[in-house]
T-cell receptor
């Protein structure tokens, strides 16, 4: 039973480019969460999605960031016109459909470096 | 106000000794969950232990135990018989289930170094 998968594991972008980060939740999980970890800091919540719905995006920056979790396929976190301050590790977590309050299983993270 | 406070940026422990990593939390919810995660240098987040606010017994998982003191709003992690592989960052986190929000609030972490 594969865990949460994220790709790419490392992503390098130049300022102004777009970054697309993908997350495939654990099999059977329909709740996805995105967190950002700046260097030497703890994880900060960004957005919580269920299939085709954004449930809570209170942690998302208002501009340049968007997230989706389509009916088919992985969840995508998109960062447009990246800036150096976007350099961070981005973690995805998932939890099962009937008990969203249960443990969240984390993926290995995507480390974004903006040059 | 910070929801999760970890006051120890770094801790050292001798191999085979026990160590306590501190965590205090702030919430007005009656229902919440507390978690500890380990992040080794490879970067992944590894779930260690969970304590529900209504659980009367302290949670234990192998060498990990959670010293839950509800009145003090503290949820310290105790690692017994430390091993070299325990060297990592440790994060305390909380979820406020009463509000319906499912996201986790994380502390800033404690870097544990196990000395041979």
């Amino acid at each position: 039973n594969a865990g949460v998968m994220q790709n790419p594991r490392h992503l390098v972008r130049r300022r102004g480019q777009e970054a697309r980060l993908r997350c495939s939740p654990m099999k059977g999980h329909s709740h996805v969460y995105w967190y950002r970890q700046l260097p030497e800091e703890g994880l900060k919540f960004m957005v919580y999605l269920q299939k085709e719905n954004i449930i809570d995006e209170s942690g998302m920056p208002k501009e340049r960031f968007s997230a989706e979790f389509p009916k088919e396929g992985p969840s995508i976190l998109r960062i447009q016109q990246v800036v150096r301050g976007d350099s961070a590790a981005y973690f995805c977590a998932s939890s099962p459909p009937n008990s969203p309050e249960s443990e969240q299983f984390f993926g290995p993270g995507t480390r974004l470096t903006v040059l | 106000a910070q929801k999760i406070t970890q006051t120890q940026p770094g801790m050292f422990v001798q191999e085979k000794e026990a160590v306590t990593l501190d965590c205090t939390y702030d919430t007005s919810d009656q229902s919440y969950g507390l978690f500890w995660y380990k992040q080794p240098s490879s970067g992944e987040m590894i779930f260690l232990i969970y304590q529900g606010s209504y659980d009367e017994q302290n949670a234990t998982e192998g060498r990990y135990s959670l010293n839950f003191q509800k009145a003090r709003k503290s949820a310290n992690l105790v690692i017994s018989a430390s091993q070299l592989g325990d060297s990592a960052m440790y994060f305390c986190a909380m979820r406020e289930t009463q509000t319906g929000a499912n996201n986790l609030f994380f502390g800033t972490g404690t870097r544990l170094t196990v000395i041979p």
